[in-house]
């Protein structure tokens, strides 16, 4: 039985749908077919690693492709998950995807929006959801990850480097995975499409999200990708795009991080300009 030898652990609201599209270009790489986030180590641990192998069944899968994996948001911050995954998987590869940590926020409050049908605004949200914020405290995450993994097992993606430049992106993914980087290609459109915006119709939108979860329980998913494929979503109307942060809240979330990302920096060990300069709001008062 095949079972992954690389998986994408996160983050959550940080490119795991754009690096999930662009992985599943590279005729080398398996991902299951039936459900883009497995989720098993963090939602489905109690159904077994038998319903686990039944996402990567064909025995030939390992005879065609030199990398198998599934990529699920919540593995980073779900701290049961490094040690859950160390015991199954102790020679997995990692990949994480970090984005700015301000603009993560902001799209989490964008997918309740669009999700959940919430009337809030951003201030009070981040406010009544201190969650939100922790979400975007990286290095302990990735720290609870380096407990269990050595540091050649994590891969660290910024998200803004892989929009900006993804043939390099590719490169450092293949070099990671073993296997061609020039056979990836770049997903047309793919980027938007875990876009936030606001519904028409948000309370019957969060519904059929909560029916689309309870099909997934139990074993539906080919009927949740069929309506995702079909554009059920476009049932519930669009009424434009999320706004733009305000500069307030975006200059408070940047003193929130400040530290975060000096950290992140650190790990990396390269300069996170393309975050500091679209969180650098002026001070002053404008005329």
Same mark, same amino acid.
């Given at each position: ?17 754009? %690096? ?9 790489? #398996? ?23 039944? #996402?990567?069944?064909?025995?030939? @899968? ?13 593995? %980073?911050?779900?701290? &049961? ?9 102790? &020679?997995?590869?990692? $990949? ?9 926020? #902001? ?5 309740? $929006?669009?999700?959940?049908?919430? !009337?809030?605004?951003?201030? &009070? ?17 990735? +720290? ?8 050649? !097992?994590?891969? $660290? ?12 992106? +590719?490169? *450092? ?7 061609? =980087? ?6 047309? !459109? !793919? ?6 915006? @606001?519904?028409?119709? =948000? ?9 689309? *979860? ?17 554009? @059920?979503? /476009? ?15 975006? /200059? #408070? ?18 300069? %996170?300009?393309?975050? *500091? &300069?679209?969180?650098? $709001? ?6």
């Amino acid at each position: 039985m095949a079972l992954p030898n690389f998986l994408g652990i996160g983050a959550q609201r940080c490119g795991t749908t754009w %690096l999930d599209a662009n992985l599943r270009t590279h005729p080398h790489i #398996y991902l299951p077919a039936s459900r883009k986030e497995v989720q098993f180590f963090d939602c489905n641990y109690e159904r077994g690693n038998d319903w686990y192998e039944s #996402y990567f069944p064909d025995e030939k @899968i390992e005879s065609h492709h030199q990398a198998i994996g599934e990529v699920t948001a919540m593995y %980073l911050s779900d701290p &049961s998950c490094p040690g859950r995954i160390a015991e199954q998987l102790p &020679s997995v590869n990692l $990949i994480a995807v970090l984005r700015n940590p301000v603009d993560r926020a #902001y799209s989490h409050y964008g997918l309740r $929006i669009r999700d959940q049908g919430i !009337q809030t605004d951003f201030r &009070s949200f981040i406010e009544q959801n201190p969650e939100v914020i922790e979400r975007g405290k990286y290095v302990r995450q990735l +720290h609870r990850y380096l407990d269990h993994f050595s540091r050649d !097992q994590l891969l $660290i993606i910024v998200f803004e480097w892989f929009i900006q430049e993804p043939a390099t992106i +590719h490169r *450092k993914i293949g070099d990671f995975l073993g296997i061609p =980087p020039d056979l990836f290609s770049v997903p047309e !459109q !793919q980027q938007k499409k875990n876009s936030s915006y @606001i519904p028409r119709f =948000p309370r019957l939108r969060a519904s059929a999200r909560r029916v689309g *979860k309870s099909f997934r329980k139990y074993g539906f998913d080919r009927v949740v990708e069929w309506a995702k494929a079909v554009g @059920i979503d /476009r049932m519930f109307g669009n009424v434009g795009s999320l706004p733009s942060m305000r500069d307030e809240d975006r /200059r #408070y979330l940047a003193e929130q991080y400040a530290q975060e990302i000096e950290q992140v920096e650190a790990l990396l060990d390269r300069d %996170l300009g393309v975050w *500091k &300069s679209a969180n650098a $709001i002026d001070n002053e008062e404008q005329p």
